[in-house]
């Protein structure tokens, strides 16, 4: 990354970053959460200079959430936000493990009960 939009990711306060936003649809993303460019995102065409550093950084290998807050020195809830921006527009995907869904009709004190048996069965080995 150029040091000019290192500089500039640095300089500019969140709230200027995200427009004010402090949240999005997706803003609630995991730190672990992955971030993989789709091809041809890293050549895309006014985007501010915190979203071309996020596709810069990921453009070589998958990163995360919390990578990509720590590299651009910028809020965690900031680079979440960005991310989401990002995933939305289709210049990036976002890889997430997600929970095991609860069958139509079963409560999740259910689902909770099954995983206790599952841990105490565990325990008991």
């Known amino acids: 990354m150029s040091d000019h939009v290192e500089y500039e990711a640095r300089t500019v306060r969140p709230y200027a ?3 004010g936003r402090v949240r999005s649809a997706r803003s609630d993303l995991p730190l672990e959460a992955l971030v993989e460019v789709m091809p041809g995102a890293v050549t895309s065409q006014g985007l ?7 596709l810069q950084h990921a453009a070589h ?5 919390a990578e990509l807050s ?4 910028l809020p965690l809830g ?3 936000i960005l991310v989401a921006d990002l995933a939305d527009a289709k ?6 493990s997600t929970p095991v869904e609860v069958h139509t ?3 999740p004190a259910l689902s909770l009960s099954v ?3 599952v841990l105490n069965g565990i325990s008991a080995l």
């Open 115 to 117: 995983l206790e048996s």
């Open 48 to 54: 501010p200079p915190e979203k071309r550093a996020i």
């Open 70 to 73: 720590a590299l651009l020195h």
């Open 78 to 80: 900031v680079v979440r």
């Open 17 to 19: 970053v995200t427009g």
């Open 61 to 65: 290998t998958y990163i995360s959430v």
């Open 91 to 96: 210049f990036i995907r976002v890889h997430t």
């Open 105 to 107: 009709g079963q409560s």
